[in-house]
């Protein structure tokens, strides 16, 4: 390696790299968070989140990771022993369990072998066996870089049961599509640092209009700070006090706002599968396999099972002093395979730079026979038309 040290690229699934203006908004000096500059930026967020996903139901945009979110929407839906469907894939699926039987719910799990899904017949049979208060499901687990059939998903609730449909799209939303109201999501939501590639600490949740009257039915919950009723009087007018928001934070999301809005959302779509089809061709290309099956891909990361005889450890330290960061695999992955983010505010430019940086580390642990297949083959999936 140059005695230069390489700008390290984040692709990991989260955080996801933080462009220039999203970067300055973090560092412009911090106002009160009543000052009308600053409830005139959160007014707009909140509009702009509404319009952009589509509902006529609410938004909440909180200080908290992706996980609060998961709470947030789980106690605004359910409560203690009502019977609750988790459709999972993953690491972050089986989370909701968690949280479920903390909250005492009677919990129901459809797990699928990680890399596929749960299929849907099961998903139907599941649903007419019994009527569920709340359905979960992971847009992208990124734990295997699987995504799921959201709409199909919808459309067997929606004709099964009442039950509220929660979608985590913490890795999917700005990514992959999902529209509120058109696909009959009750509560989606995500986090800053993920595809929208602002740093980590905001959590956003949609709410449509059916969750909302769901949450009235429930009255009082036991939870205090994810409380909707707490929250709403801010987000109808921010000049009103129930919890510090995260003043910078809500501005690098109306920079991250203003970026999506310019590029256009189904263009972001369209960026993100080309993105995504091209790193599988190159990764394939290095003889390595993509864990998740093709028809159940992710656009925001993938999983790339290591080929004989690396050393995960060794893949890594290499790859990071190669300029490049990614992410290790989880559970009975572990050790097995990488998690590479290709999600957000992403260039060619970084693209082809990742996949360049993979090259030169199998390079150096001696596993690639020829060098350019990767690059050429990203470069070609980049420039063709489909
Ligand atoms: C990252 C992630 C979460 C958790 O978000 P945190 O911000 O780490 O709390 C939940 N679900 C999915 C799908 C994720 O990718």
Redesign the pocket.
Known sequence: MSMMSAKKLLMI??PTPVVRSIQNEMGRETIAFGDPAFVGDFSHVVNDLKTLWKTSGEVFVVAG????A?EMAIANSTKRGDPVLVVSHGY?GD?FVEIGQRKQLQVDVLASPWGSIVPLEKIESQLKSKPYQAVTV?H???STAVCAPVEEISRLVRKHSDACYIV?G??ATGAEREYVDEMNIDILFT?S??AFGVP?GLAVLWAGEKALARKKQLGLIPEYYVDFDKWLPIMHDPSKYFATPPVNLIWALQEALRIISAEGLEVRYQRHLRNARAIHCAMESLGMRILAEPAHRAVTLSGVLYPEGIQDIQFRNTLAAEGVQVAGGLGQYAGKMFRLGHMGNIDDHTLVSAVAAIERTLSKLGVLPEIGRGVSAVMKSIESKN
């Open positions: 699934p989260g990771s992706g996980t609060l998961m972050f989370r992971t992208v687990d990124t985590d913490v890795a986090a640092q993920k980590p």
